[in-house]
C-alpha cells in the first residue's frame, strides 16, 4: 500500500470511529444538503457544512444515487460530522445532485394558472410525461439551444427525489417515500412539444433540457413543502413568482397516482409543474435566445443559473 492510500484509510477509518460514537439526538439533529461536484462525468459526491462550505463525502459513499438515497443510506450520511469531512477550497463546478438518476418523471399543468396560460383547462389527474436523463446537467451548466429550435422556454419546477421503492403507494404513506427535494429548470421546446404530433417528451428531453440541483436538501430539512416560494427572472426581469401552495396535485396525490403505473425507485426524480409565468403565456409570447440569462430558484432549495448558448 502506498503512503498516500495509507492515510487515506487511516482518514475513512478515524471518520467512521467518530461516526459510531455518535448519539442518536445528535444524528436526529443533523440536516443535511447533498451535491455532487467535479467535471462532467467526474463529479464525486459531497456534502455542504454549517458555513455552506463543500466538504468531500468520497470516503463515505461513491455518489448521491440509488441505495444512498433509502432511509437507511441517509441515516448513514447523517451520522457523519461534515467537519471531519476533507474541504473543498477551489470553485469547482457543480453537478446534478443526483447521480444516476433511474426514471425521470414530470408532471404538466399542475398550476390552474399555468394551465389557463398555455390555453388548457385544468387536467382532472396529472399529466405524466418523461424527461430523458441525457438532458440532465448541473444547475449552473449552459443551457444549448438545439439545433431548428425557435420556441424554447423557462419552467422552474420543484423536484421531488424518491428515496424509498414502492408501488400501489397510499396517499398517507407517500412521503415517506422522499428522500429529498431540489430545483429543476424543465427547459421546454415549444415547437418540439406541441406543433410536431406525438407526445410532449421530445420538446422536453433535449440535452442540457435538465438542470438539477444545487443540492438535494433532505426530506427531514424542509417542513413545508407544499408552502414554498418559487421563482424565475430571465436577464434580471422576474417572470415566474408563485408557490407551491398553489398545486393543483399535492406531492403526495403525485406520488400515489405515479405509482399506480410504475415502481418508484431510490434515485428516480419527479418534477411536479410549473406556476404561470412561462414565455408561452406571455402577450405576445417570448422565448429564450442565445444570450439569455436565466436565474430561479426555490425557497429553502437554492438557486441556479444558467447562459443560453446556440446550437453546437
Known sequence: MQPADALQCRAAEVIKARVDR???AEQEKMQMKLLR????????PGILDDAGRIR???SIVDDIAGDVLTPEGLARLRAVDPADLPLIEEDVRLGACVGRIGKFVCIGLNYIDHARESGMEPPAEPVVFNKWTSAVVGPNDDIVQPRGSDRMDWEVELGV???KAG?????EDALDHVAGYCVVHDVSERSFQFDRGGTWDKGKGCDTFGPTGPWLVTADEVPDIANAAIWLEVDGERHQNGTTADMIFTVPQIIAHLSQFMSLKPGDVISTGTPAGVGLGLKPPRYLRPGHEVRLGIDGLGEQRQRVVAPQ
Open 37 to 44: 461536484f467535479g467535471a462532467v462525468g467526474q463529479e464525486r
Open 167 to 171: 408501488a400501489y403507494i397510499a396517499e
Open 161 to 163: 427525489v424518491i428515496g
Open 56 to 58: 468531500d463525502l468520497s
Open 22 to 24: 455518535r448519539s442518536a
